[in-house]
């Protein structure tokens, strides 16, 4: 059994940056792909980033590219999530979430997973002035 634990999250100003962490135990990190979600009052949950289990791909959605970064050390068991440029409409609940499977690519880019197995209790991030 793998067990999430996100944290990093609080409040910013816009224009800040904060770096959310996602800490794994029980399982060895190396055999998932993770990713991050985000969900605000009233609204659905949006995939933010994802990356493979090796580290070697990542995805972005349209509405944080260029502002956040997805990266992983696997011998600390920790997925980071760099966010910066932060905007009031990125203000949410973050999620990380475990998919055992392998890789699925779409005419050569790295696809994130439709399923995940394991999920975070999420970490609170508020944008505002």
């Known amino acids: 059994q793998l067990h999430l634990v996100e944290s990093g999250g609080g409040l910013v100003q816009p224009g800040g940056s904060l770096r959310l962490s996602c800490a794994a135990s029980?399982?060895?990190?190396?055999?998932?792909?993770i990713g991050w979600f985000r969900q605000a009052p009233g609204k659905e949950r949006e995939a933010v980033s994802c990356v493979s289990s090796s580290g070697g791909n990542t995805d972005y959605a349209d509405s944080v590219k260029g502002r956040f970064a997805i990266s992983r050390d696997n011998a600390k068991n920790t997925v980071y999530l760099q966010m910066n440029a932060l905007k009031p409409e990125d203000t949410a609940v973050y999620y990380c979430?475990?998919?055992?499977?392998?890789?699925?690519?779409?005419?050569?880019?790295?696809?994130?997973?439709?399923?995940?197995?394991?999920w975070g209790q999420g970490t609170q991030v508020t944008v505002s002035a």
């Open positions: 979430a475990a998919d055992s499977l392998p890789p699925v690519y779409n005419s050569g880019r790295y696809v994130c997973p439709g399923a995940y197995d394991y």
């Open positions: 029980g399982l060895a990190l190396d055999h998932f792909a």
